[in-house]
T-cell receptor
Framework: ETGVTQSPTHLIKTRGQQVTLRCSSQSGHNTVSWYQQALGQGPQFIFQYYREEENGRGNFPPRFSGLQFPNYSSELNVNALELDDSALYLC?????????????FGPGTRLTVL | GEDVEQSLFLSVREGDSSVINCTYTDSSSTYLYWYKQEPGAGLQLLTYIFSNMDMKQDQRLTVLLNKKDKHLSLRIADTQTGDSAIYFCAEDAGNNRKLIWGLGTSLAVNP
């Protein structure tokens, strides 16, 4: 069973730029959720994708967008980067229909915005 | 509103028990979770409890849930240095089962 992988592991961008982060779900999982974890904070829910459709969104502006592909891999896109976007971005995959919502997390992508 | 609160730091001696506390606000949460985060590693699910249970035991871990007070605790028996990490309490909320997280409790285990 392949775990959740994310790429890249680290990224440095400047204000105003755009970034794409990638996630490969665990084999057999049909749902992916993205979280932002600022330093010293708990993860904040960005959005979730199920069967290639957005299935819920947290309090993040529209410049945060995503995609889920038929193979259940996913992308998180952030436009017009701001300094406060510097954080660890976590992807988690899960299987809808399971009794409890066990989400399997990737190691994250550390984004630094200068 | 949605809010999960935890104490930020806990320091224990190796071999002692650790108790990490959490309060949550969403009474409609179905499951509550404890995750562990080690430096440079992803979040790992430690255990979970269904909202109609009072207690769950899993080897060295005991979860207690007081639904009336919306209070959740995680007890780690015989705490080891390898247990040093940040522990997050999370509740699932809403139809899309998004997770709402606390700030995390940093557990330091001293030899």
């Amino acid at each position: 069973e392949t775990g959740v992988t994310q790429s890249p592991t680290h990224l440095i961008k400047t204000r105003g730029q755009q970034v794409t982060l990638r996630c490969s779900s665990q084999s057999g999982h049909n749902t992916v959720s993205w979280y932002q974890q600022a330093l010293g904070q708990g993860p904040q829910f960005i959005f979730q994708y199920y069967r290639e459709e957005e299935n819920g969104r947290g309090n993040f502006p529209p410049r945060f967008s995503g995609l889920q592909f038929p193979n259940y891999s996913s992308e998180l896109n952030v436009n017009a980067l701001e300094l406060d976007d510097s954080a660890l971005y976590l992807c988690a995959s899960s299987l809808v229909g399971r009794e409890y919502n066990e989400q399997f997390f990737g190691p994250g992508t550390r984004l630094t915005v200068l | 509103g949605e809010d999960v609160e935890q104490s930020l730091f806990l320091s224990v001696r190796e071999g002692d028990s650790s108790v990490i506390n959490c309060t949550y606000t969403d009474s409609s949460s179905t499951y509550l979770y404890w995750y562990k985060q080690e430096p440079g590693a992803g979040l790992q699910l430690l255990t979970y409890i269904f909202s109609n249970m009072d207690m769950k035991q899993d080897q060295r871990l005991t979860v207690l849930l007081n639904k009336k007070d919306k209070h959740l605790s995680l007890r780690i028996a015989d705490t080891q240095t390898g247990d040093s990490a940040i522990y997050f309490c999370a509740e699932d909320a809403g139809n899309n089962r998004k997770l709402i997280w606390g700030l995390g409790t940093s557990l330091a285990v001293n030899p």
